[in-house]
C-alpha cells in the first residue's frame, strides 16, 4: 500500500499531466493575420488604439509590417503580408490593375504638412502658396529631410516639388530612408523642413522642436486604402481572416472609432468608408 502523502503527489502528478496533455498553447494555436501597412499608422499611434478591438473578437493575433507604401505593396504582391492598409492612389490602382488585391476600400484620409523650426529661415509661414514656400526653401538653400523610403509621403513630396518646378539637390536636402517618425526627430534635430502627415507630427510633436508652418491645400490631402491580398488556391483560411478584418475595419464602429482618435484635441484621422462595400476582382 502506498504512502498516503506519495498517493497524494502521484494524483497531483497525473493531474497535471491530463491538463496539460488536453489544453492547446494558445500561442502555437493562434491564428496570425499579417498586415502591411506605413509608418505613419504606427507612428501615430492609430494601429495601438484600434487593433485590439479585432484580435479581441477574431481571437487571433494581427502582426503588423510597419514600413513605406511601396514596400508593403511590395510584401503584398508577393504574398508576404495578407491585407495592405495604404495611402498612395496612384500606386494601389496599379496594385489592383496587376491582379495583387482582391478589392481596394477607402478607410480613412489626413493630410500632409510642412513642419519646420519656429525661426523658419525661408519664410514657409508667410509664403503665398505651397509651390512658393517649396521654392523659398530651395533657394535658402534651407535644410530638408525627405523620407526617401518610395513611401507615399515620399510619392507625394516628389510630386510637390516637381509642380514646384524644383528638383531638390545638394548638401541642403537630405534623405532619411526611414519611416516617418525617424525622419520627423532627424529634421528636429537639424532644425530642417520637413513633409509629415498630421497625425505623425501630432503624435509626435512634444518630441521634436518643430512646428507646422504651411496646412490646408488640398493638394496635401492624404487618403488611406485597404486592399485584401489574393492568395493561392489552398490558402482559403487566411483570404476570410483578411477579408473579415477589411469588413471589420470599413465597419460603422470602427469607423466611429477612427473618428474619436485625437491627440492634442485634434482629430487625426477622417473616416471615409464607402456605404456599400466594393465589388471583388474576379
Excluded at 539637390?169 to 502627415?197: F, H, I
Aim: proline share 7%.
Amino acid at each position: 500500500m502506498l504512502h498516503p502523502m506519495v498517493a497524494y503527489l502521484l494524483r497531483l502528478a497525473v493531474a497535471a499531466f491530463v491538463i496539460l496533455g488536453t489544453v492547446p498553447s494558445t500561442s502555437s494555436a493562434q491564428t496570425h493575420l499579417r498586415l502591411g501597412t506605413t509608418t505613419s499608422t504606427q507612428d501615430s499611434g492609430l494601429l495601438e488604439y484600434l487593433l485590439p478591438g479585432f484580435e479581441h473578437e477574431c481571437g487571433c493575433r494581427v502582426d503588423v509590417i510597419a514600413v513605406g507604401t511601396g514596400e508593403a505593396l511590395r510584401l503584398g504582391a508577393n504574398g508576404d503580408v495578407d491585407v495592405v492598409l495604404v495611402h498612395d492612389p496612384d500606386k494601389e490602382e496599379a496594385f489592383m490593375r496587376d491582379g495583387h488585391g482582391l478589392t481596394r476600400s477607402p478607410v480613412m484620409s489626413n493630410d500632409f504638412v510642412i513642419a519646420g523650426p519656429h525661426s523658419d529661415p525661408a519664410g514657409v509661414r508667410t509664403a503665398q502658396g505651397l509651390e512658393a514656400a517649396l521654392r523659398a526653401i530651395a533657394d535658402k538653400s534651407a535644410p530638408f529631410v525627405s523620407r526617401g523610403d518610395e513611401s507615399g509621403t515620399h510619392a507625394k513630396e516628389r510630386k510637390l516639388w516637381a509642380a514646384a518646378g524644383i528638383k531638390p539637390q545638394g548638401s541642403w536636402y537630405r534623405e532619411s530612408g526611414q519611416g516617418m517618425g525617424a525622419t520627423l526627430q532627424m529634421a528636429g534635430q537639424m532644425q530642417g523642413y520637413v513633409l509629415s502627415d498630421r497625425g505623425t507630427f501630432l503624435a509626435m510633436r512634444e518630441r521634436v522642436e518643430l512646428e507646422i508652418l504651411l496646412q490646408g491645400d488640398p493638394r496635401l490631402l492624404n487618403p488611406y486604402s485597404v486592399m485584401p491580398v489574393r492568395v493561392e488556391k489552398g490558402a482559403s483560411a487566411q483570404r476570410e481572416l483578411a477579408e473579415s478584418f477589411v469588413a471589420w475595419l470599413l465597419s460603422a464602429p470602427v469607423q466611429k472609432r477612427i473618428g474619436e482618435y485625437v491627440k492634442d484635441g485634434q482629430a487625426l484621422f477622417k473616416p471615409n468608408a464607402p456605404a456599400t462595400p466594393p465589388p471583388k476582382t474576379p
